[in-house]
């Protein structure tokens, strides 16, 4: 998949979160990343503070964008609000949660 670079930055990135330390977002993430080889899924969990791949039934949000654009938010070549508004961007679930995460990347 083209984007396994900045799936590996948000691995990273969560891996650096202090537990125990004060977070801005609390939530689960479900990603579906559509790439040229079929949909792959991708669980963000920053409650538990855990990456992986898979399916979680009981996420906060479900974010569903192709291999290309993940990549061009993922490098802040689009911004997260301009994605969404050109639909480059399906969200489901809690919004406010959403917003959250995009205020906080």
């Known amino acids: 998949m083209k984007c396994d670079a ?5 691995k990273a990135r969560v891996a650096g979160i202090d537990a125990s330390g ?4 609390l939530g689960v ?3 579906n990343i559509e790439a040229a080889d079929g949909v ?3 669980v963000v969990d920053l409650k538990g503070l855990k990456v992986y791949e ?3 039934s009981g996420a906060d949000v479900v974010i569903n964008m192709k291999d290309e654009d993940f990549i061009a938010v993922g ?5 997260v609000h301009d994605a969404v508004e050109q639909g480059k961007v399906k969200m489901t679930g809690d919004e406010a949660l959403f917003q959250a995460l995009v205020d906080a990347i």
Do not use: D, M
């Not at 004060?22 to 977002?25: D, N, S, W, Y």
């Open 6 to 10: 900045v799936i590996e930055r948000i």
């Open 22 to 25: 004060p977070r801005k977002v």
């Open 29 to 31: 993430f479900q990603l």
């Open 40 to 42: 792959h899924e991708l």
């Open 54 to 56: 898979g399916k979680e």
């Open 75 to 79: 490098t802040k070549a689009i911004s």
